[in-house]
Nanobody, 124 residues
Framework: QVQLVESGGGLVQAGGSLRLSCTAS????????MGWFRQAPGNARDFVAG????????YYADSVEGRLTISRDNVKNTVYLQMDDLKPEDTAVYFC?????????????????WGQGTQVTVSS
């Protein structure tokens, strides 16, 4: 069982930045594709960004392309989500997830492990 712990959420004004972190308990972290999802009240949990085990392939939802950047440090067992130029519509609970997959899945059902989520609130 892999435990994922997110941190870095909070309240920020529109145009501001936040950096989310997600640390895994498994030393085989580099074997997993990692993803970030978000869920706003009343909405489905949507894919935001994903990164391959090597860190060289990254994928983003159209709504965040150019503003959010995913990265990973396989030595620290941590994946990051740098969030810049935040908008009120980015307000949601953000979840990190791990998939035993070579490719990066974009649907939540393809991920094997989930963190507990961290709240991001962007005020206008």
């Amino acid at each position: 069982q892999v435990q994922l712990v997110e941190s870095g959420g909070g309240l920020v004004q529109a145009g501001g930045s936040l950096r989310l972190s997600c640390t895994a308990s498994d030393h085989r972290f580099s074997n997993y594709a990692m993803g970030w999802f978000r869920q706003a009240p009343g909405n489905a949990r949507d894919f935001v960004a994903g990164i391959r085990w090597s860190g060289y392939n990254k994928y983003y939802a159209d709504s965040v392309e150019g503003r959010l950047t995913i990265s990973r440090d396989n030595v620290k067992n941590t994946v990051y989500l740098q969030m810049d130029d935040l908008k009120p519509e980015d307000t949601a609970v953000y979840f990190c997830a791990a998939a035993r997959s070579i490719v990066v899945p974009k649907t939540q059902g393809e991920y094997d492990y989930w963190g507990q989520g961290t709240q991001v609130t962007v005020s206008s």
